[in-house]
């Protein structure tokens, strides 16, 4: 049986006639019907619906754990396989349920990765934005230790090279040099 399931797998791969993840639910609803060893079937069938998802490009599960998702539904897991494996022997089994509980594992893990990504910092050039806009509201002569004052977030160092650039662009100048220097837009 584990003969033919990974022809069967070989040939699904190769044709794509039906979705990829479909596929991988498939297989991995046949192993756990077959359950080729005495213990960890569950465990080994997690490990391949994660090589195979990531074969696919379904690369998730190298960020958010489907094992901790499935564990957090493991009750509706039993229930959906327990429905999908009836009949499954005799070749009248329906698959859907299983199917369908993947889906939702899948949906819910990048769900879980998007809202991790959504709260990772600002977007890139987002304290040059802070330093440009404290400087256009300053009036006068003004320090680099000022700006720092205004922008605690973002180091001296961005704050210098920002000013050097604006220095660059022509939009201020330096009044002086070393630690008492101070700027003032043109």
Not at 27 to 49: A, E, K, Q, T
Not at 101 to 118: H, P, Q
Not at 141 to 155: A, G, Q, R, T
Request: aromatic share 12%; proline share 3%; with cysteine.
């Amino acid at each position: 049986m584990m003969s033919d399931l990974i022809k069967t797998w070989d040939l699904l791969s190769l044709e794509r006639k039906i979705h990829p993840l479909i596929s991988i639910f498939l297989f991995n609803l046949d192993f756990l019907c077959i359950h080729p060893f005495r213990d960890g079937n569950g465990r080994v069938s997690r490990l391949l619906l994660l090589l195979q998802a990531y074969y696919h490009g379904y690369e998730v599960g190298r960020y958010i754990s489907l094992e901790r998702v499935i564990e957090e539904n493991k009750e509706r897991y039993y229930e959906t396989l327990e429905e999908s494996s009836k009949g499954w022997h005799a070749g009248k089994n329906n698959p859907w349920p299983f199917i369908n509980y993947m889906l939702f594992i899948f949906k819910s893990a990048y769900k879980e990765f998007e809202e991790r990504v959504a709260h990772m910092g600002p977007e890139r050039g987002a304290k040059t934005k802070i330093v440009k806009n404290a400087i256009s509201n300053l009036h006068g002569n003004f320090s680099v230790s000022e700006i720092k004052i205004l922008c605690p977030e973002v180091s001296i160092d961005l704050i210098r090279k920002i000013l050097k650039d604006m220095s660059k662009d022509g939009l201020v100048k330096s009044t002086g040099k070393g630690r008492g220097a101070t700027w003032r837009k043109i």
